[in-house]
């Protein structure tokens, strides 16, 4: 297969691929997740390509990169998108602050950290293209973030030190094994568990261990199941309160008006990632009237959102994305696998609880949009956005160009 320029460069112009398209008999909805973690962030995939494995078992046609902070998983995932025939969607998340909202104690998507706004970037330029500017601004986010979990591994020494626990963890060397560019709190959590379960072999023992590392506290968490593990370490030791804990600097953050003119730049999509209800049913303040919400997104120039179904209760976010989708919103939903949790990649809501029709039209609708996007800026044209802004009065046409696009990418090299 020889290499491409850009993933559509074999690609006919958009009138000949809707002629193209219309001739298709065999038009169904395909399955979208426009939203996974991959190992250049961190990751339930241990290789990007046990992505596209699954993608295939489970007939998802659709597949959406999303890292922290980075780019740099975007070849190999343009790569393997064509080997397995899945389309790929080229987007990024960030994690802004809006240091109004912090002050005032509103939590936007972050139900722990007031004023601190996820935010995604969907559709980026591929091959990736952006200002001197952005890079800098990217650099400076990596560096800031991985300077904080350098700190943390010092502070966990300092502690295992003297407490006369006979760990001791080197962060360069946990970077180049565990992680690529990024550095996550995450990977500490991996490492802390499986030096635990190389030191000890008996559950009893790794038992005591825990308890020693927790300052007295048991393990609650099941030694087989290890994302419960790794987060209960997490919330023990590197969270708010925890012997290795680090605050993050506010300079490392970038308010979200910079991080929506970096997407934009980039060639990307501004959208909102919803957090939504959580369990018990509670909302963010930010996010408890969707009316209030919506006046706020489009404020911020701002007409996409998407959501991780798997967290929130069917009724609710059905009732949520269709309200969205009247208001001309491109929505898409993801499972982020940005745990060590190995779930199924077909999307579902909370308690497995499987996507109705209507939203799964809805996810391949924005996905759609997302494509055409794509397909477009990569050919030069202008895609989804003029100037910074949605094109939402024709976004009819771009669902269709998109959905064009999809399937052209799903046959054998367009034949």
């Known amino acids: 297969m020889k290499l491409h320029h850009h993933i559509f460069e074999d690609f006919p112009d958009r009138k000949s691929l809707l002629e193209w398209y219309k001739k298709q008999n065999n038009k169904t909805v395909p399955e979208v997740n426009g939203h ?32 922290f902070y980075t780019t740099d998983g975007y070849p190999e995932f343009a790569r393997l998108a064509k080997e397995f025939s899945v389309f790929p969607l080229f987007n990024i998340e960030f994690m802004a602050l809006q240091n109004n909202l912090q ?42 973030s ?59 023992g790794r038992k ?17 199941n290890v994302a419960m593990v790794e987060n209960e370490i997490r919330g023990n030791l590197l969270k708010a309160g925890g012997a290795a804990f680090v605050p993050e600097d506010p300079e490392a953050f970038l308010s979200l008006n910079e991080v929506i003119d970096l997407i934009v730049d980039a060639g990307g999509i501004p959208c909102y990632p919803v957090l939504l209800d959580d369990p018990k049913g509670n909302f ?19 007409w ?33 696998h940005n745990t060590p949790q190995l779930d199924p ?21 924005g996905a759609a949009v997302i494509a055409a996007h794509q397909y477009l800026v990569a050919r030069g044209e202008e895609g989804y956005l003029a100037g910074g802004k949605a094109k939402t009065e024709d976004k009819e046409q771009y669902v269709n160009v998109g959905k064009a696009v999809i399937a052209y990418f799903g046959q054998a090299d367009g034949e």
Not at 208 to 224: A, C
């Open 36 to 67: 996974i973690h991959t190992p250049h962030s961190f990751s339930a995939f241990s290789e990007i390509d046990l992505a596209f494995q699954m993608a295939q078992n489970e007939g998802v046609q659709v597949l959406g990169i999303n890292d």
């Open 103 to 144: 002050e005032a104690g509103v939590r936007v998507n972050d139900p722990n950290n007031p004023g601190r706004t996820y935010f995604s970037g969907k559709g980026l330029r591929y091959p990736v293209k952006m200002s001197a500017g952005s890079e800098d601004k990217m650099a400076h986010l990596q560096k800031e």
């Open 146 to 204: 991985n300077r904080q979990t350098y700190q943390m591994v010092e502070k966990l020494n300092a502690f295992l030190a003297d407490n006369n626990i006979d760990l001791h963890f080197d962060a360069a060397d946990l970077h180049s094994k565990l992680a690529k560019g990024l550095f996550r709190e995450r990977h500490i959590a991996q490492a802390i568990r499986v030096a635990i379960f190389e030191k000890v072999s008996s559950p009893d």
């Open 208 to 224: 005591r261990l825990f308890e020693k590392i927790f300052s007295g506290n048991d393990l609650k968490s099941p030694l087989g």
């Open 284 to 302: 963010t303040d930010y996010e408890a009237d969707k009316e209030k919400l919506l006046q706020e997104l489009t404020n911020n120039n701002v």
């Open 304 to 336: 996409s959102v998407e959501l991780i179904p798997g967290r929130n209760d069917y009724e609710i976010l059905k009732d949520f994305v269709t309200f969205f989708h009247k208001n001309n919103f491109v929505i898409t939903f993801g499972t982020e």
């Open 345 to 365: 990649l077909k999307v579902t809501c909370r308690g497995a609880h499987p996507l109705d029709k209507e939203l799964q039209n809805i996810n391949y609708e």
